[in-house]
T-cell receptor, first 113, second 115 residues
Framework: AQKITQTQPGMFVQEKEAVTLDCTYD???????LFWYKQPSSGEMIFLIY??????QNATEGRYSLNFQKARKSANLVISASQLGDSAMYFC??????????FGDGTTLTVKP | EAQVTQNPRYLITVTGKKLTVTCSQN?????MSWYRQDPGLGLRQIYY???????DKGDVPEGYKVSRKEKRNFPLILESPSPNQTSLYFC??????????????FGPGTRLTVT
């Protein structure tokens, strides 16, 4: 069975600083994908970044990077140079090749001016 | 414009009255999935489909039915809704590849209230 754990219900960060959102996962499948999504207060789900289980390098997308430590089963999201518009709920998720998908409970990030 | 559409966006209904929430995507995606989101919780997968006529249960399938007769449509059916099915529902779709390497595109959500 898959499990995603996000241990930080809420986080605060000063504008222009970097922040790390934690995510640990558990699965017995060798092939899977890890994702981060952003949900602003308006409610839509926005894809941020993806990491494959066999990928050797950490994924990066603009100001987002994923710190993937496979042995520790962690997939932390790093947001550099935080902006006020980054204030939102952030979800870590995984999906296996059979289509089963699991989301964490989310972390609410607040960026302070 | 590539998108996933859901209808209705908002629905208030009564216990036991059958309802269907439609979901359609225009990206020719093989994979489609339904989730529910409750306050303080992440998204929980209800059902998913890897292709036409192929559906599988997610973590919370009780009280729901789905069908995938066409690639673009994946309706969610509540045969006899109950108040504990009051929730925000999301439909999503994606391409398929090894390591699940394609992200899911989400619809705007359907807010359902069952009284």
């Amino acid at each position: 069975a898959q499990k995603i754990t996000q241990t930080q219900p809420g986080m605060f960060v000063q504008e222009k600083e970097a922040v790390t959102l934690d995510c640990t996962y558990d699965t017995s499948d060798p092939s899977y994908g890890l994702f981060w999504y952003k949900q602003p207060s308006s409610g839509e789900m926005i894809f941020l970044i993806y990491q494959g289980s066999y990928d050797q390098q950490n994924a990066t997308e603009g100001r987002y990077s994923l710190n993937f430590q496979k042995a520790r089963k962690s997939a932390n999201l790093v947001i550099s140079a935080s902006q006020l518009g980054d204030s939102a709920m952030y979800f870590c998720a995984m999906r296996d090749d059979a289509g089963k998908s699991t989301f964490g409970d989310g972390t609410t990030l607040t960026v302070k001016p | 414009e590539a998108q996933v559409t859901q209808n209705p966006r908002y629905l208030i209904t009564v216990t036991g009255k059958k309802l269907t929430v439609t979901c359609s995507q225009n990206m020719n995606h093989e994979y489609m999935s339904w989730y529910r989101q409750d306050p303080g919780l992440g998204l929980r997968q209800i059902y998913y489909s890897m292709n036409v006529e192929v559906t599988d249960k997610g973590d919370v399938p009780e009280g729901y039915k789905v069908s995938r007769k066409e690639k673009r449509n994946f309706p969610l059916i509540l045969e006899s809704p109950s108040p504990n099915q009051t929730s925000l529902y999301f439909c999503a779709s994606s391409r398929l590849a090894a390591q699940s390497s394609y992200e899911q595109y989400f619809g705007p959500g359907t807010r359902l209230t069952v009284t």
